[in-house]
């Protein structure tokens, strides 16, 4: 009786163990699945607060808004005549574009890097530019004397400036620098399309937006507040041809003129490229040939000796 009871007692912690264990692998074996779902959720919860984390400081270093008043509106793209690979400028839009830098934009901003002899054989005939350069009196010197003396202006003449330093210029403007335009297409972001979105861009500031007294509402400018108030309205010029003086041609105009002094020699350098790639595909063509009927003989000859027979 008592080994019964000794049995029964031993059996039941070994029983109560076995079930124990049972019952653990049945659990993990069925909690797998699970498991690796959890793991996945887990990872992609991480890739998902990574990418937040790294948009949201790229938000924070850049910041984004509506107005992009720092930075200016992004100005659209626009089928400019001279911006294909084998496309040159439209010189009449070039003589017209000058006509209105002369009559608009030359009482406030220079052409430093710019002659008068740049024009002849773009815009002007030799005769026109030569008048033109005459009609300005430059200071030259000194003569035999030692005096300096006025002279008409030649071909050779840098186009005259509007004011005689900076500090006179910044005067004359509320202390507002006009830059030089000889190279404000290359040196503004956007280039021709941020030059004529900008002439093209004047309208009332929106409500909330307050424009300090001297200022002007562009929202294409840097800030939207731009000294420089809007000076092409319809009808401001007469074009020699007779072409139409809107604002947005005279911008267009006037655009495609400062494209050009940024770079005077563009249609020469596509002239040329064309010209060089011309002669490689030649050249090109030509070797290809020599190899392949000059050099296949000496390429494809066999060798053999043949020892004398005595």
Request: hydrophobic residues 35%; glycine residues 8%.
């Amino acid at each position: 009786m008592f080994a019964r009871l000794s049995g029964q007692v031993a059996k039941r912690p070994l029983k109560r163990w076995v079930n124990a264990f049972a019952q653990t692998r049945g659990f993990s074996g069925t909690s797998s699945a699970p498991q690796s779902n959890s793991k996945t959720v887990a990872a992609t919860a991480a890739v998902a607060v990574a990418t937040a984390t790294g948009i949201g400081y790229y938000l924070y270093v850049n910041p984004i808004h509506a107005g992009m008043e720092d930075e200016g509106l992004h100005s659209p793209s626009y089928p400019w005549s001279h911006f294909g690979p084998f496309s040159t400028f439209d010189h009449a839009s070039i003589r017209r574009g000058y006509q209105v830098y002369r009559e608009v934009c030359s009482t406030c901003h220079s052409l430093d890097h710019i002659s008068w002899r740049n024009l002849v054989g773009v815009s002007h005939t030799e005769d026109e530019v030569r008048a033109m350069a005459e009609e300005f009196e430059y200071k030259d010197g000194p003569d035999d004397n030692g005096d300096y003396f006025d002279r008409p202006g030649k071909l050779s003449d840098r186009m005259p400036r509007p004011y005689p330093n900076e500090e006179a210029a910044r005067a004359a403007n509320g202390g507002a620098l006009p830059p030089d335009l000889s190279l404000v297409v290359k040196a503004r972001e956007g280039g021709a399309n941020y030059i004529f979105s900008l002439l093209t861009g004047y309208y009332d500031p929106p409500a909330g937006v307050e424009i300090r007294e001297g200022l002007n509402y562009n929202p294409y400018f840097p800030g939207g507040a731009i000294a420089m108030a809007r000076l092409l309205f319809d009808d401001l010029v007469e074009y020699d041809d007779g072409t139409p003086a809107t604002t947005s041609q005279m911008a267009k105009d006037v655009t495609t003129f400062l494209s050009w002094a940024a770079e005077p020699e563009h249609d020469d350098r596509k002239k040329m490229g064309i010209k060089a790639i011309i002669m490689l595909s030649v050249m090109t063509i030509l070797s290809i040939w020599v190899k392949r009927n000059r050099w296949a003989s000496l390429k494809t000859r066999k060798i053999a000796y043949a020892p004398p027979r005595y």
